[in-house]
């Protein structure tokens, strides 16, 4: 297993780099597929949201990113805290509402935040995140440092306002931002041409002089590149981009959702992208990480996240002194 | 009479209303396929897309766009997927829905429902919970609705539809599989009527939507030591039924106002100052406010659970009132009584 | 002077029409003269923002509007509500705050509303009309009904939210909306660079396949066809258009604005571009309307607005009555 | 001592953070150039139009911009032009900036000043004039502070931007030109503390902001006749120095909340509620609110007049809780006081 909690940051996926991304979509796979588990039951609740099927376009995107450079999710945002770094333990335990999650409990599936490893924060609102990065972005600006602010957000923010006006600042402003877009076709149960006439979101961007891509979101190497490019780019001052990865969630919008709006052969053919499975093919075909090694990893992820529940689940339940803390500094 | 889940009678209201007024429209994300609760579900199917119609996920102008609808002639039905949305869709509502009639010296009305869904159950944390009436009931031009069973939730969305003003109609998402008894054929509330949900002597408990229930579970605890509290259904908060609360609170000399938001600046506080001032001469005991506590919505449901004011904090309230009331004899005892 | 209060709808600006839309950006002209003069002596009070210099879009747009159409405009609405018919005294004593006034003196200024002329409202909330206009589209189609709504926004407004997703709904739905962009070049104090790299806010339209057209706002003949193919396309089921007019205010943002935040070269060369004496040029150009007619006009509508002045100064002031009023329906 | 006017104690204020603390920075539509009031004039040349920001009109947007630096360690002071279009950022304000301290279990924290002026005064009409306190004091993770003075405008706007926590501070457009003595050097007001803005002993007024002044008016009117009011001004609304209200009420045995918002629904319940519940003992009459007819701000300046809560309306509110006291003999009578 690699060392440490950061992805490696590299120019080109070699042995090292591929082996230990995926590894880590391997973690993240685990870590969801366990939670689908505790949330069936009853060990986990609230509204639960998986990004299984997703995780090419976290991986390869977050594993460009420094230690220092900030991430701000959404409501399906798992795959980009892990990504990022954070504890399986202490999401797990966040996730089942225990004191030892990384927001005691408070803060659950939809609103993860652990940014001692840099995921500043996710939202439970469409595009509300989007904002936020942008804040940070500035802030980076003010405080002279060449950290980046990366925002992830799906198809259905594409038509909320604060999409539109954080594209506006970021490009007049040039802030060293990077927007990922999850295009993952359905915002919950309707599919993205009932929801807009554009096709692709990256066309935004042009509008605004922005630079922009779409990409295969399930094509790690692709996510990879795309995202090389934005990063430098941001880092160097030379303002945001927007990075479109065309993706899909193998699962229903939340747990719980039969997803009937959606054909078994459409579910059937993205299956068949499965961007884990892929990755681990390309790398077979490049010589990088054989076959045996690409099975013993997703077989040491789940037992890392195994282990990982089995600790969570032993968080204390937070009490009535919980409830109360941590809503404005102790005055 | 038939037995509906107050969900099933949202639905049955907007079925009918549909049927009845070619002139009401249905707006919201994914409400075609139903929305995430199933409340508009088949309705597409039925009255077409057209008059059902998914939007996409743009709160403040699909707020604007029911309210441009509204000024046309039409009566849209806005579902708002979760009140910590109306966040997004203040300005429409406020400065627009609220304020149209008035600025253009009458010459403008805007009749539009607002259906949103909120409250906190199933642990969906702080950006899925929010009860945010007050905000609501502060705001000139608006009407605001609460409904805490099935029957009241179709005589009151019925009711909404045909207002001439916006009204938001209030639904809490952990009652929408309670059953209750609907009357059938045209079920019309009157909005700006409380309800007496349980009479009683001793004291006053006012709720709305959910806490209705919790208030009543605390007045079957209080009965079993023989304090009979009159749990009085508020319903429509704005306009408030002033006239309702204030002649129990002149029967029983004592109230408690339980709410599910938190307590500080809730519509609580309103009607505390409101009968306070009104039925000065008849009250025993300082008014008592129950409320949630002074945080956001926790996401663990542990957690969840301690926020909800539970029928508990109202037995005890109910017993401050009555302890604290100098110069008055046992509760209870007819003799003492008014 | 014309008879009636709709401009003439035409497809050709002959004779007959060039004079009538002639006369209405005189009235309007005068109008605003007007107003600014009672706001110099107190008897206008609030925030009064003129649109002196930019009566060409207005009229040379709404001119092509039937009775039925509806208009929502913003801030700097009076050119909009005179074009579209309503009532110079009644307008007046708006905003002079008589019961006499269209609002009964409660909207003033900012929100204006004639809906018995289609002028359906005002907003003083920058971009706040675009969704009652869609909305308004949306219940045209609903009604079976031809008619079309019209928005007038500024170039402020295109960095609002509702603008974008307003847009997004408009070309999805396919609504019988036209977007009216009066694109001053200022935002209150600020110049449209700082606060946005798009140059043109017709591009935005083309993102949705939305056919758009920049044109010089201060020439009424370009404002008349573009606006002529837009409501075309609305009334035919072709769904929305974007017009972009270019033009300029020659006054401050709002009365007492002194305006340093512009070069006085800026102005002067603007001065030159006023949209009335050039309309009143190529009419004579024409050989349409003479420059004598011309000045007869302008003198009319002076008088005509002195006369609405002192009518709309007699209207009463309003009472604690008044007051509490036209909150809700009578229950 | 020097005096100031109000708006220039604000900008006193913030001249003076972006002086001392270099993670200060400004943020709203035009404030570089001084923003409509010219509350930033000059800032910009000083300290530079990095960290003296114009915005784009995107309200929703800069506020999460602005917690987003917050969040980064920034101290951001953001300026909202007008209170009426805080209804475009409550999404930002209420979900993200009050609850992402909570949420995050306190990992984030958001050091965020709002400023934003609002109330009725030049004759705005609706969309520029409300007084919309109340939501943001329902809101926990807030904390709101509605300065009446220029001394109270630097002093609490310098501890709002050192404050960890993301502060309303709100200003009365009506109070810009209003001088007053600010202390000279670093002033600092302390959050969650109210002050007596005029000692009395037959009745308690409390109001803040503009309203602060038109109690004083009413107590000068009533001092006339020998009754002697005691003007408490809150300041800072959340937190509330309930102890310092209710100690006044302990003394004068009557209360008068007073504030320019519509009163259904407003702050003044809140204030009525908790007063009446922790004084209920000392309270000699039923609680008087005064505010805001229930009706949007009208434009027409005779109108705004006639809006405008007035010091008669507090006169005769103050009348009443004397009148109105069962049992207690003229007031200002020594002998029958507490
Ligand atoms: C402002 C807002 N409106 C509505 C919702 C309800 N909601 C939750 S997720 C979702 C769909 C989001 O779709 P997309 O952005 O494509 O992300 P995906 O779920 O596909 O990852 C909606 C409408 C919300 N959370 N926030
Ligand atoms: C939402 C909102 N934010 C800020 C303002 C204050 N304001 C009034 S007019 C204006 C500038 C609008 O510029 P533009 O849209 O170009 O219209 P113009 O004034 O040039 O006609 C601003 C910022 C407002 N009225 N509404
Ligand atoms: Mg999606
Ligand atoms: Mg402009």
Redesign the interface.
């Known amino acids: 297993m690699t060392d440490g909690v950061h992805l490696p940051v590299a120019d080109a996926i070699d042995a090292d780099v591929g082996r230990a991304l995926l590894e880590r979509m391997w973690l993240i796979r685990a870590f969801e597929e366990k939670a689908s588990e505790l949330y069936a039951k009853g060990k986990i ?3 639960l949201h998986l990004g299984i099927g997703q995780e090419g376009s976290a991986v390869g995107a977050i594993s460009r990113l420094a230690p220092g450079d900030r991430v701000f999710g959404g409501h399906r945002a798992h795959a980009h805290a892990l990504a990022k770094g954070a504890d399986p333990v202490r999401l797990l335990a966040e996730l ?3 004191t030892t ?1 990384y ?1 005691g ?7 993860i935040a652990a940014p001692e490893v840099g995921f500043a924060t996710a ?6 995140n989007l904002p936020l990065a942008l804040g940070d972005a500035w802030a980076a600006t003010l405080e002279r440092s060449d950290r980046i602010a990366v925002a992830f957000f799906g198809d ?2 594409g ?3 604060s999409f539109h006006e954080t594209l506006n600042i970021a490009s007049l402003w040039r802030l060293p931002m990077v927007f990922v877009c999850e295009n993952n076709g359905y ?4 599919p993205l041409s ?3 006439k554009v096709e692709r979101l990256a066309d935004y961007a042009g509008v605004y002089g922005m630079p922009a891509s779409t990409v295969d979101g399930n094509d790690v190497f692709a996510v990879h590149a795309a995202m090389g490019e934005a990063v430098a780019r941001a880092r160097a001052g030379g303002g945001p981009t927007f990075v479109e990865a065309l993706t899909y969630r193998l699962r229903g919008h939340y747990e719980g959702d039969p997803a009937k ?1 959606r054909e078994l052969s459409e579910l059937a053919d993205w299956k068949q992208k499965d961007p884990i499975a892929r990755f681990a093919t390309a790398l077979a075909e490049r010589r990088l990480v054989d076959d045996a090694t690409g099975v013993a990893l997703a077989t040491q992820a789940r037992a890392r996240v195994d282990a990982a529940a089995d600790e969570a689940l032993t968080g204390p ?4 002194e ?3 803390r941590d ?1 404005v500094a102790a005055r | 009479m038939t037995e509906l889940r107050y969900i099933d009678a949202i639905r049955s209201a907007l079925d009918e209303a549909l049927t009845a007024d070619p002139t009401v ?1 249905l707006l919201g ?2 409400i075609s ?1 139903g929305g ?1 609760f199933g409340a508009t579900k088949g309705l597409a199917d039925v009255h077409g897309e ?2 059902v ?22 009566r ?1 039905v806005l579902e708002i997927m979760f009140m ?2 109306m ?2 869709a ?7 829905a ?12 805007v009749p539009l429902t607002v259906r949103v869904q909120g409250g906190a159950a ?7 919970s929010q009860s ?1 009436e ?2 609501f ?5 608006l ?1 605001v609705v609460a409904p805490s069973n099935a029957a009241d939730a179709k005589g009151l969305l019925t009711a909404a539809i045909r ?3 916006p009204v938001i109609f209030l639904e809490h998402r952990g009652l929408y599989w309670a059953k209750g008894d609907v009357p059938d054929g045209d079920h019309l509330v009157p909005i ?1 009527r409380a309800a007496i949900a349980r009479p009683g002597r001793d004291a006053t408990v006012v709720a709305w939507s959910r806490m209705v229930g919790t208030a009543l579970a605390a007045a079957d605890l209080l009965a079993a030591e023989g304090i009979e509290v009159e749990v009085v259904d508020a319903r429509s908060l ?2 408030l039924d002033l006239e309702t609360l204030v002649a129990s609170v002149a029967r029983t000399g004592r109230l408690v106002v339980a709410s599910e ?2 307590m ?7 009607i ?3 009968v ?2 009104a039925a ?2 008849r009250l025993r ?5 129950v409320g949630a ?4 919505v ?6 969840e659970i ?2 909800i004011p539970s029928a508990e904090r109202i037995v005890e309230a109910v017993r401050r009132t009555l302890a ?1 009331s ?1 110069g008055v004899a046992t509760p209870g005892d007819p003799a003492t009584e008014p």
Chains 1, 3 share one sequence.
């Open positions: 609740r609230g509204l089942a509402g225990r999650g927001c409990g408070k803060g659950g599936s939809m609103h939202t439970g609102v469409v595009a509300g259905g923010a038509q909320a306002g915002a919950e149960f309707t009932a929801h807009t709006y339940i937070p009490s009535v919980d409830l109360l809503v | 429209c994300e994914d396929m995430p057209s008059r119609r998914n939007t996409p996920i743009s709160e403040a102008t699909i707020m604007g766009l029911a309210i441009g609808a509204a000024m046309a002639g039409r849209p910590d949305f966040t997004l203040m300005d429409q509502l406020v400065n627009h609220a304020k149209l009639r008035y600025m253009s010296g009458g010459q403008n009305h199933g642990g969906m944390g702080a950006h899925h945010l007050a905000w009931t502060h705001v000139p031009g009407t207002s001439d003003d700006g704005l306009p938001a938190v500080t600046g809730g519509f609580g506080a309103e505390a100052a409101s306070g001032a000065a001469a005991a300082p008014i008592e406010r506590p002074f945080v956001p926790p996401a663990g449901s542990d957690l301690l926020f604290d100098p």
